[in-house]
């Protein structure tokens, strides 16, 4: 079975009554953990977002607790395991700012883990291009929060 288009879905959607779109989304919702996690945060989570911001600090907190520090290979792939934690709640709001404070975040994070990322290239090489990636979508914000994230970034750089 092929997808169909977003706009196929939308013209279909538009034909259906309250009712069944609401079946749907409940059925979407028992298929997969991401499509319940997103629903969640469109009904509960969206309209307090510094809330949303600080609950997945709090989770990016655990993960960093509970870091496989056995080898530089554990290091690294438990870095990319909480990389891609902090990316999928950063597509669930779609918002720059939350994104751009996440994404901070996570270098600060990753800036004072023990044992320092320094003495390991490829370890490093993700805290720059996370950097790199944060400074792009900072460019797209408002002067005042650019001056503020910029600030943020030269200290992590430090």
């Not at 307090?48 to 655990?62: C, T």
């Not at 400074?135 to 929060?145: F, I, P, R, T």
């Amino acid at each position: 079975m092929k997808a169909v288009t977003v706009k196929e879905l939308k013209q279909e959607l538009n034909n259906k009554s309250p009712k069944e779109v609401l079946d749907l989304c409940l059925r979407l919702s028992r298929f997969k953990k991401e499509n319940k996690e997103l629903l969640t945060y469109l009904l509960f989570e969206s309209t307090n977002e510094a809330y949303y911001i600080e609950s997945i600090k709090r989770g990016i907190d655990e993960k960093f607790e509970v870091l496989n520090k056995k080898s530089p290979y554990f290091i690294r792939k438990s870095i990319r395991a909480i990389l891609n934690y902090t990316k999928k709640y950063i597509r669930y709001s779609q918002n720059k700012e939350t994104e751009v404070e996440l994404l901070l975040y996570f270098c600060e994070k990753m800036k004072n883990c023990k044992p320092s990322m320094h003495n390991h290239k490829r370890i490093e090489n993700i805290f720059y291009k996370q950097i790199e990636i944060t400074q792009k979508k900072v460019s797209h914000l408002h002067e005042d929060l650019q001056y503020d994230y910029k600030m943020e970034i030269n200290n992590l750089l430090e």
